[in-house]
């Protein structure tokens, strides 16, 4: 599944190339065919180029991410608004299980506090 963030499939990334389905090796696909007619001495040169050129396409996904990220943050950042508290302003305070202030399951989790 080509994943939104990179662009791309996981097995594309590691590998340097899409995997191959169980029926692809009954009924032959174009690469399969074009796989199938190399030697072996052109088939390792190709693997190598291919490793080379996946390390360039890693880096481009690396790129990708970097810039889905930051969409993503803006995007957040857009419905966040900022607050300022002051001293003396009243506030809802969240009482965790750990802390003196809970009182049992029962007991409501806020509290106004001052701050």
Request: glycine share 4%; proline share 4%.
């Amino acid at each position: 599944m080509v994943r939104t963030s990179t662009g791309a499939t996981p097995y594309l990334l590691v590998n340097g190339t899409e995997a191959v389905i169980p029926v692809e090796v009954k009924i032959p696909s174009l690469r399969i065919i074009q796989e199938s007619e190399l030697s072996n001495a052109e088939w390792v040169s190709r693997r190598i180029d291919q490793l080379a050129f996946n390390e360039e396409n890693r880096m481009i996904d690396v790129c990708h991410g970097q810039l889905y990220r930051q969409r993503m943050t803006r995007a957040f950042h857009k419905r966040v608004r900022a607050r300022n508290f002051e001293v003396g302003q009243l506030v809802l305070k969240r009482i965790f299980p750990h802390q003196d202030d809970y009182k049992g399951k029962f007991a409501p989790n806020w509290f106004i506090a001052l701050l």
